[in-house]
C-alpha cells in the first residue's frame, strides 16, 4: 500500500521558499541546494496539476492556487506542530515561531518593551520580526500576524485596534529661536514643513488637524520631502530643519527632554488607529495566539 503523504517534503520545501522570498535563500536556511528545492516544487505542482509559483529570474510570486494552498498547509503544519508539543509535554512550555511585520513607528517605539516582557514570559518562542512600513500579503509571504495604521480594508482577515495615537506638532528649540514661533495655521504655511510622502500614492500625506471642533486635512509644503521612513522627518526636525507632525508616543521624552517643542496644541487632538491583523484563529499556531494575545493586553485601545 502505497504511503499518503510522502510529499510532504516537497510541502515544507514550498512553504519555506516562500517564506523566505527565493529559492536559494530557502535552499540555505534548509542546508539543501537550490536545484533540489527546484525539483521538490517541481514535484509538489505535477502532483497537484496546478501551478503554484510563478517564478522570473528576479522574483516568486504566489498564484491563486499557490495561496490557497499555502494558508491550508502552513495551517496543517502548524496544527501537527501543537499535537507534538502536547504529547510531549514539555514541562507545559510553549513553544514555537510567529512571523509578525510592523511599521517603523510602532516597531521602534512600542514593540521594544512588549517583547521583551513577552520573551521573558515565553523564552521558548522564537519571534521573527520585519520592521517595514510596506504592507506585507501576510498569506503570500507567510507572516503569522502584522500591526497595521489607518483604517483596515475588508481582506478576510481578523483585526483588533490596538490604540489611537495622538498626533501632534513638533519644532527643535533651535529652528523655533531663528524662525518664531508660529501661532495660528495661517502662520504655519510661512515655516519650513517636513512632509512624509505616503508610499501607497506617493504623495504628501496631509496633516490632520482640529480646529474649533472640525476636522481639517492640510497639505504642508516644503523643499524637503521624505518618503519610506517616517520617522526620519522626526530626525530632520529635530536637527532644527523644520516642523513635522509625528505620534505623541514617538516624541513625548524628547520633549520632557528639551530636544523638541509641541507647537499650535490648539490644532492637536486628531488621532489615526494602529491595530494587530491575523489570519482566523483556526488557521494560528499556539504561540502566534499567545503573542497576541499579549500585545493586545498590554496595549489600551
Not at 502532483?47 to 510563478?54: C, E, I, K, S, T
Request: glycine share 8%; aromatic share 6%; charged share 20%.
Amino acid at each position: 500500500m502505497p504511503r499518503r503523504f510522502d510529499h510532504l517534503g516537497d510541502v515544507e520545501a514550498f512553504i519555506r521558499v516562500v517564506e523566505q522570498g527565493t529559492v536559494s535563500a530557502a535552499a540555505v536556511a534548509l542546508g539543501t541546494t537550490p536545484s533540489v528545492l527546484s525539483r521538490a516544487l517541481a514535484r509538489l505542482e505535477s502532483r497537484l496539476g496546478v501551478q503554484l509559483l510563478r517564478r522570473t529570474t528576479r522574483r516568486l510570486s504566489l498564484t491563486d492556487a499557490g495561496k490557497l494552498y499555502l494558508e491550508q498547509t502552513r495551517s496543517a503544519f502548524s496544527q501537527i506542530e501543537e499535537v507534538e508539543r502536547n504529547i510531549r509535554g514539555q514541562d507545559g512550555e510553549l513553544s514555537g515561531r510567529v512571523r509578525m511585520s510592523v511599521p517603523t513607528t510602532y516597531g521602534h517605539h512600542r514593540l521594544p518593551p512588549l517583547l521583551s516582557a513577552f520573551s521573558q514570559q515565553y523564552p521558548a518562542v522564537r519571534v521573527e520580526l520585519s520592521i517595514t512600513n510596506r504592507n506585507v500579503d501576510l498569506v503570500a509571504e507567510g507572516y503569522d500576524l502584522a500591526i497595521r495604521l489607518g483604517q483596515l480594508p475588508d481582506s478576510g482577515l481578523v483585526g483588533r485596534k490596538l490604540e489611537e495615537a495622538r498626533l501632534c506638532l513638533v519644532a527643535s528649540p533651535q529652528y523655533l529661536a531663528r524662525a518664531g514661533i508660529p501661532a495660528t495655521l495661517e502662520m504655519l504655511g510661512e515655516h519650513i514643513c517636513l512632509p512624509f510622502i505616503m508610499p501607497s500614492s506617493g504623495k504628501i500625506g496631509p496633516w490632520l488637524f482640529c480646529l474649533d471642533g472640525e476636522n481639517i486635512e492640510w497639505l504642508p509644503q516644503a523643499n524637503v520631502e521624505v518618503s519610506d521612513d517616517v520617522l526620519g522627518i522626526v530626525s530632520l526636525a529635530e536637527s532644527g530643519l523644520g516642523i513635522c507632525q509625528t505620534y505623541d508616543f514617538i516624541i513625548r521624552e524628547k520633549v520632557l527632554r528639551g530636544q523638541l517643542v509641541e507647537i499650535l496644541p490648539e490644532l492637536n487632538g486628531r488621532t489615526r488607529p494602529f491595530s494587530i491583523i491575523y489570519p482566523p484563529h483556526r488557521q494560528l499556531s499556539a504561540a502566534s495566539k499567545a503573542l497576541i494575545e499579549f500585545i493586545l493586553g498590554n496595549t489600551r485601545a
